[in-house]
């Protein structure tokens, strides 16, 4: 049976005609997201193996206990990653902030959730997002994809063992600090203005235990779309304002390390999207991407990153391969 008859009868056998599906999203992943129109309607998840859907599924139990908007499960297909769920709307953050809408009470909205979502005790078996997890991910993106894709040749070990002892320096900030559920994916793409002004939560499969400054780092640092130093400012100061148990400076520097870590590594997974997965539009993204590096790499607490990078990658070469993007691509 292919995917789309598996797709029909899991439907029908919820209830849900085939005819009235249509495209909804697809992200960075192999998952894909179907509209179920009519009188009930459902977003259909469709994530074929290797995916696994049971790390949403638990999580969107969890969300939900504690209070948080995250859409209710209809029916699922753990086999074969077919999951109905509830459709939360069309009011994402992102199409808020790009068509212009004034950011500082959505980011008020996400930050009030997400003070919600860390003071809850984490769900059992979330997986760690601790310093090592970070060294390794960023270490895969950089040198596996974008060195040879920039260089046209592997990186000298030397510059891989020099960049792993700084990241880890720069990750003692993370290690030492709080843990907490950690969505790992917090942006605007990711999030949903609810009818009664709540935020909707979606796309949090991969969740894991972390440091309660990555997710903000996500939320206020958006690789995608630029957000007013003014309103990054307010939030953070929001966001510290109700969660005084953390210490304001040790916060902050545990933040510019949580932003290093993700741009450097956000930045070079642009590139194996391109390559690896047939996506160059991702590329789009790389030059926010890469200034959000250098903003991070301009603060102390990230000293450890910036002085190896500096000795293996002169800034001029930071950026997107040369001849990978389409013309026209990048803005």
Not at 139 to 166: E, I, K, M, N
């Amino acid at each position: 049976m292919n995917r789309d008859d598996l797709i029909a009868v899991f439907l029908a056998r919820n209830g849900y005609a085939p005819s009235d599906v249509e495209p909804l999203a697809q992200d960075a992943s192999l998952r894909r997201y179907l509209r179920i129109a009519g009188d009930r309607p459902a977003v259909l998840m469709d994530a074929p193996p290797p995916e696994d859907v049971r790390p949403f599924l638990r999580i969107a139990a969890h969300l939900r206990s504690v209070g948080l908007s995250a859409p209710a499960i209809l029916a699922a297909d753990e086999v074969h990653g077919l999951v109905l769920e509830e459709d939360l709307g069309d009011d994402l953050l992102s199409l808020l902030l790009d068509r212009g809408d004034p950011p500082d009470p959505l980011l008020d909205a996400a930050v009030d959730a997400l003070v919600i979502m860390q003071r809850a005790a984490p769900p059992d078996g979330l997986p760690a997002w601790d310093a090592p997890m970070m060294v390794s991910t960023a270490l895969g993106t950089l040198f596996d994809w974008w060195w040879p894709a920039r260089f046209g040749a592997s990186a000298p070990a030397a510059a891989r063992h020099d960049v792993a002892q700084a990241l880890a320096a720069m990750l003692e900030l993370v290690a030492d600090g709080p843990r907490c559920f950690v969505h790992r994916d917090f942006f605007a793409g990711n999030l949903l203005v609810q009818p009664d002004h709540r935020v909707g939560i979606i796309d949090f499969q991969g969740a894991a235990l972390g440091h309660p400054a990555y997710d903000l780092v996500s939320l206020l640092q958006d690789a995608r779309r630029d957000i007013p130093p003014a309103s990054r400012h307010r939030a953070m100061a929001r966001y510290l304002a109700a969660r005084p148990e953390l210490d304001s400076a040790q916060f902050r520097a545990a933040f510019t390390a949580c932003a290093a870590q993700r741009h450097l590594r956000v930045a070079c997974q642009w590139v194996r999207l391109a390559l690896r997965d047939g996506r160059p539009q991702y590329l789009a993204y790389g030059p926010r991407t890469w200034r959000l590096l250098e903003e991070a790499l301009s603060q102390p607490a990230a000293d450890p990153l910036a002085i190896a990078l500096n000795r293996w990658i002169p800034v001029a070469e930071r950026g997107n391969p040369f001849g990978l993007a389409k013309p026209g691509l990048e803005p």
